[in-house]
């Protein structure tokens, strides 16, 4: 035979396009429009629905970017349509969408004259069934229409105007489309279904394979028996010849996928938070829909933060998802508030995100989500698995390590360990997807990727559109109802994700395990874009803690009222920026403003609760007290009491020496050269010097910051290749700041003007440097820099619950990969017996690079500090404008000095005035174990719970004393509930205590 398969594919092609695809929809009768422009942000429902609506046009233009047009359609179905059994009467609403990326442009909400929503529309999701409307024969309703601007650009990244309301113009961003009643063709639609998966799978099969040519033949045998001129009438035909080549079953040995619909919708990006809510109604009222036609279909929804604007903003919808979660089709996952970042929240925040997030699908639901559900964040902590753990969950699922630039995670199924040990069941879907549509490429994909064949045999499916919402549609139901059993396919069941981890378990009990974190190779600048957002969230973080420590201390020493609503609404905002495009600054200027407001407004109201706290145990008076938050002593007040500060009296000493200054408080000594670079550093203590021979401290360095691409989220390694080291000062001076001295430093990074102020406070062991800059810059990275004396082959980066360590060396393409990593409040370098610690108020990006000197042979270790970035999409103007970024140096520092220096940094000291101090509500014997929170208990009792860790990676042990009444004590999970773990025995007025290196421990005080 002669190779026609070609031919017969192009045929295939055409014949699709041009005779099935209009005959699904055979006969269509235009409708009547009105439209009211809401002439500013979105009104409720009702409040539209009470406009005068005006004569519409079809094919007009319409929609400046981020406004919102409302249209009614009215209008009768012709006589006999939809009297078929096989046809049926929907609308069709063409918003002048484009063909591709639905959720990244104008999209609609349908919605009935009673108020209540019906379901979405976008662009592969048009139609409206005509039972829905609940009207008969006559066409009545309203549609939404946000026009959302497509800031994807086609993912050239260039700058944009449209992400800020104040640039993106006036101009109409889309012209309506066809907007008609139209009669479904179910045959016709069911034999589009049936030529989508047959081709989709032949495309995937080799040429070699017989299967690929018999399912050729099948489609060409098709193709003869149907009737162009009459394709209504030849389609039953046309499935028949299909029907045997598409119940040919699957191998025996076939890959088994368990699809979950999904909609992985960014609760911030591209879209501001107002629009999120927005995005959410529309997907899940199309979910719903779907469920009431497909009793077996299951949806996955992740974030507790979107469904509680769906209970705040769309009730009626609500209880609809209420009733469905109830049958096993609606099913919470993830057990978190938001799908966070994982790698920049304290490990408060992160333990928050699962208290608030499981307690919401619990109270609301009934539901326990046992699986973290993190597809899309920008890697993964090694803290996780404990957290995960201790909030009751016991799976961990996550998709984003696919976009890996260089190394391969070598599996998709694995134990993950975290920094104390801890064990989580993880599952990396191998469709590299959390957005997939059940196409034959994707199940070929996830079939040929998975990387564990021959000990596991199934993975999960999360199909639907997501990014920007959509989710699940009636194409892909039938996509995966065709391939539940299908030759040359993996075998598809629908199903939700707990399914698929309970068989994964059983399917795979010796499972590979990987140590640490997951950190991916890739969205590097994530740790650093959007400077404000990130000091908001630091910021915000240790006030939280404050507050809740201040008042727990006021209720139980003075009885005072405990303002757990207040506190919790604070949590929760505090929560919802951290999502993974908040955050980490990947977001559009609108965002960031948001967020920006969010935070100032988070430390108004929580400086407002410290300071009635405050005056209700200290009293009134005119004495100065220290308000010591921090879990160590400070200035003579022990760690979480209240009492007056003993300081230093003797000043520091300072003084002119070489054209520079010295600073010396007896504790440490910094010289500072006439540029205002340190060039030594010592500690008393040992003598020896931090710096190395002939390099610097407090280097500025401005970097050329071109990305690839994914301006705002990647910093690309050969940014080192283009670097100014900012070596020349405009001015250098000294100044006296009472007892502490300052050396202050002018100097110029590109167009924009620094001032450092390079502060020792007596009695300090760190050196203080607060860089104020005015950011001028378009695509620069500056960075803050001190070359180590010190020969250390690994860094430690604090992280949530303890620190990490990470090679110095690049030995393998693991490490070399790992040349921007993120720490929290401190990062460590250290050789045996000798160390030094960086500690920062609001920065998580750093870099730590190794040299071994000629001179003397000596190896210098480069700690730098990433301070700001200025890319230019999706936010054109990020992060220009004043900051102040704050970092100290600790010569002569441990572990244990590191952990302290980072509550310093981030804990400023709180002088307020009454008439008598207060002691700690809890003591601890051993410093290794740090208390992170103290707060009432959630159940209202008045319980207090105390959340501590082990910070030093060592087996410790300790007691943790209350210093109040209690009639009991127990240990808990992060939701507070009685949980067994070993090492800890309770006494009368405390507990003993022996924890694994970085064990995270709730205990609950009863009182």
Request: proline share 6%.
């Amino acid at each position: 035979m002669h190779d026609d398969r070609r031919l017969t594919e192009v045929r295939l092609d055409r014949f699709l396009r041009e005779r099935i695809l209009p005959a699904v929809y055979p006969r269509t009768a235009p409708l009547t429009l009105s439209g009211w422009d809401a002439p500013g942000e979105p009104v409720p429902v009702l409040e539209a629905l009470r406009q005068e609506f005006g004569p519409q046009e079809q094919g007009a233009p319409w929609g400046r970017p981020w406004s919102t047009k409302w249209l009614r359609l009215q209008g009768d179905v012709p006589d006999s349509w939809g009297s078929r059994e096989d046809t049926a009467v929907e609308i069709l609403v063409d918003l002048g969408f484009s063909a591709d990326l639905p959720g990244f442009q104008c999209e609609g909400t349908a919605w009935r004259p009673d108020g209540t929503v019906i379901k979405a529309l976008s662009p592969r999701n048009q139609y409206i069934p005509l039972k829905l409307l609940g009207s008969g024969m006559s066409v009545d309703f309203f549609v939404e229409a946000a026009a959302n601007p497509d800031l994807s650009q086609g993912w050239t990244f260039a700058a944009t105007p449209y992400g800020d309301k104040a640039t993106a113009g006036a101009e109409a961003q889309y012209r309506l489309g066809s907007i008609v009643i139209a009669e479904l063709n179910r045959a016709v639609w069911e034999l589009q279904q049936d030529i989508g998966t047959l081709r989709g799978l032949m495309h995937e099969l080799p040429m070699e394979l017989p299967r690929r040519h018999e399912i050729l033949r099948a489609l060409e045998r098709m193709l003869d028996l149907m009737d162009p001129d009459d394709v209504p009438g030849t389609a039953a035909a046309g499935r028949a010849a299909l029907a045997e080549v598409l119940a040919r079953p699957a191998y025996a040995s076939a890959h088994q996928l368990v699809a979950t619909g999904h909609a992985h919708i960014d609760s911030a990006w591209l879209w501001p938070v107002r629009e999120t809510i927005r995005k959410c109604a529309r997907t899940f009222s199309n979910v719903v829909a779907l469920m009431d036609e497909d009793p077996g279909f299951v949806f996955s929804c992740s974030s507790a933060q979107q469904l509680a604007w769906i209970k705040e903003y769309y009730p009626e919808l609500f209880g609809r998802i209420r009733e469905k979660v109830h049958t096993g089709q609606f099913v919470p996952v993830g057990g978190m508030w938001v799908e966070s970042d994982s790698n920049m929240p304290g490990g408060e925040a992160m333990a928050r995100q699962f208290l608030e997030g499981k307690s919401f699908f619990l109270a609301e639901f009934g539901v326990e989500c046992r699986e973290a559900w993190l597809p899309d964040t920008f890697g993964y902590s090694a803290a996780l698995p404990q957290i995960v753990k201790a909030a009751g969950s016991r799976w961990f699922l996550t998709q984003k390590i696919s976009w890996n630039q260089v190394n391969r995670m070598p599996h998709h199924t694995f134990n993950w360990e975290g920094i104390d040990g801890t064990r989580l069941f993880t599952h990396f879907p191998p469709v590299d997807s959390y957005n997939s549509e059940i196409s034959g490429r994707d199940l070929a994909h996830a079939e040929r990727n998975f990387r564990d064949h021959g000990r596991g045999s199934m993975s999960l499916l999360p199909f639907g559109y997501g990014d920007g919402g959509g989710g699940p549609t009636r194409e892909m139901l039938a996509a995966a109802r065709r391939t539940a059993d299908l030759e040359g396919s993996p075998r598809v069941r629908l199903g939700a994700a707990s399914e698929f981890f309970a068989s994964a378990e059983e399917d795979y009990p010796d499972l590979p395990v990987w140590v640490g974190e997951m950190y991916l190779e890739l969205h590097r600048g994530t740790y650093t874009s959007q400077a404000n957002t990130k000091r908001g969230n630091r910021r915000s973080e240790h006030l939280l803690r404050e507050a809740e420590l201040w008042c727990s201390t006021a209720a139980v020493r003075v009885g005072a009222r405990y303002p757990a609503a207040e506190l919790k609404r604070l949590w929760r905002l505090v929560l919802l920026q951290q999502f993974h495009d908040i955050l980490p600054g990947s977001s559009i200027a609108w965002v960031h403003q948001d967020a920006e407001r969010n935070y100032a407004a988070v430390g108004r109201q929580l400086e407002e609760i410290i300071a009635a706290a405050a005056a209700a145990v200290l009293g009134e008076g005119e004495q100065e007290f220290l308000l010591n938050a921090a879990p160590h002593a400070r200035d003579g007040v022990p760690a979480l009491a209240a009492a007056e500060a003993i300081r230093p009296s003797a000043p520091v000493q300072a003084g002119a020496a070489g054209g520079g200054y010295v600073l010396d408080n007896g504790i440490i000594r910094a010289v500072i050269n006439a540029d205002g670079l340190l060039v030594s550093l010592r500690d008393h203590g040992s003598g020896r010097e931090a710096i190395a021979p002939g390099e610097f401290g407090n280097l500025l360095e401005l970097h050329r910051d071109t990305p690839n691409e994914w301006d705002a989220w990647d910093i690309d390694a050969f940014y080192r290749r283009n670097v100014t080291a900012l070596t020349e000062a405009r001015s250098v001076a000294l100044e006296r700041c009472g007892a502490a001295a300052a050396v202050v430093v002018e100097r110029l990074a590109g167009a924009s003007a620094v001032t450092q102020r390079i502060v020792l406070e007596p009695g300090a062991p760190s050196l203080l440097i607060a860089t104020a800059v005015d950011w001028q810059e378009r695509e620069k990275l500056l960075k803050l820099g001190f070359a180590f004396d010190v020969r250390a082959d690994r860094s430690a980066s604090e992280t949530q619950f303890g620190h990490v360590f990470r090679p110095t060396h690049v030995n393998t393409s693991w490490e070399a990969a790992k040349f921007e990593v993120c720490a929290h409040r401190w990062i460590h370098v250290a050789e045996p017996g000798y160390g030094v610690a960086v500690s920062n108020a609001a920065s998580y990006g750093h870099d730590v690079t190794r040299n071994v000197r000629v001179a003397d042979g000596g190896t210098t270790t480069t700690v730098r500090v990433s301070l700001l970035r200025a890319p230019k999409f999706p936010d054109p103007n990020a992060d220009r404008g004043p900051h102040e970024l704050t970092v100290t140096v600790r010569p002569g520092a441990s572990i244990a000095d590191a952990v302290e220096e980072g509550y310093r940094t981030n804990l400023a000291p709180r002088v307020v005035k009454g008439s008598r101090g207060v002691e700690p509500l809890f003591t601890v014997s051993n410093p290794a174990l740090v208390i992170e929170a103290v707060k009432l208990a959630e159940d209202g009792t008045g319980d207090v719970i105390v959340r501590l860790y082990e910070s030093l990676g060592e087996r410790s042990s300790g007691v943790v004393s209350a210093n109040f009444g209690t009639s009991g004590i127990r240990t808990a999970d992060l939701l507070e509930r009685p949980a067994e773990t070993p090492g800890v025995s309770a006494r009368d007025s405390g507990a003993e205590l022996t924890l694994r290196p970085f064990q995270l421990l709730t205990l609950r005080f009863m009182r």
